[in-house]
């Protein structure tokens, strides 16, 4: 996942000083785009080049979502590690705004949760995987489940913190559409997202 060309250059410029957050890219991909310069559009009707809009949206959301981040940047005469911290958020991905008008899905299926990272660290020569898992506990005495994450490094598994999972490592981002009971206990999480000041960066709660 790598920004395309947008209008606010500084905030998708990966060697400043900016921290985009996946929402930005995901409202960056889903904005319209001008089609100038070489791009000119072909039009059926009048058979010229002209210029035009174009925008992506999402149609149909999948159960389980993955995105994947540009962290290897290649050109003819190098490829390099690409460190850009990117924000994402463990819980409440919106994508109500990002599904087009003739998408089947209804509000409450487009609100996501993260259950999974894989990670890279080091450089290109000399780098390493990792990957978080959010992993389910039952308590033996009252049953009720209780999660939280933990590190798979190699053969070792460490229970972490919440605030590691995010980092500038992050290579594989895992989601799972959130299921809700009925449409009222939908509706009040998006409640809870649309109070949000800043929708790209949602409090987490796991």
């Known amino acids: 996942l790598a920004p395309k060309a947008s209008k606010n250059k500084a905030l998708f410029n990966w060697l400043g000083f900016s921290s985009p957050s996946l929402s930005d890219c995901l409202f960056e991909y889903t904005s319209d785009a001008l089609l100038e310069g070489d791009e000119l559009f072909d039009c059926e009707k009048c058979q010229c080049k002209t210029r035009a809009t174009k925008q992506m949206k999402l149609h149909r959301l999948p159960k389980a979502l993955i995105f994947h981040m540009k962290r290897f940047k290649h050109s003819a005469k190098s490829t390099e590690k690409i460190d850009k911290f990117v ?74 913190a919440k605030e590691v999972v995010v980092s500038n490592n992050a290579y594989l981002l895992f989601y799972a559409r959130r299921t809700f009971i009925d449409k009222d206990s939908a509706a009040k999480a998006y409640a809870n997202l649309d109070n949000v000041e800043q929708r790209s960066w949602i409090g987490n709660t796991i």
């Open 87 to 160: 924000k994402f958020p463990l819980q409440g991905l919106d994508l109500r705004h990002h599904v087009s008008l003739e998408s089947p899905h209804p509000p409450e299926e487009c609100i996501y949760d993260l259950y999974a990272v894989a990670n890279h660290s080091g450089t290109l020569t000399v780098g390493h995987y990792t990957a978080y898992n959010l992993v389910e506990e039952e308590d033996e005495e009252n049953g009720e489940k209780t999660y939280h994450w933990v590190q798979c490094n190699d053969d070792v598994v460490l229970k972490i």
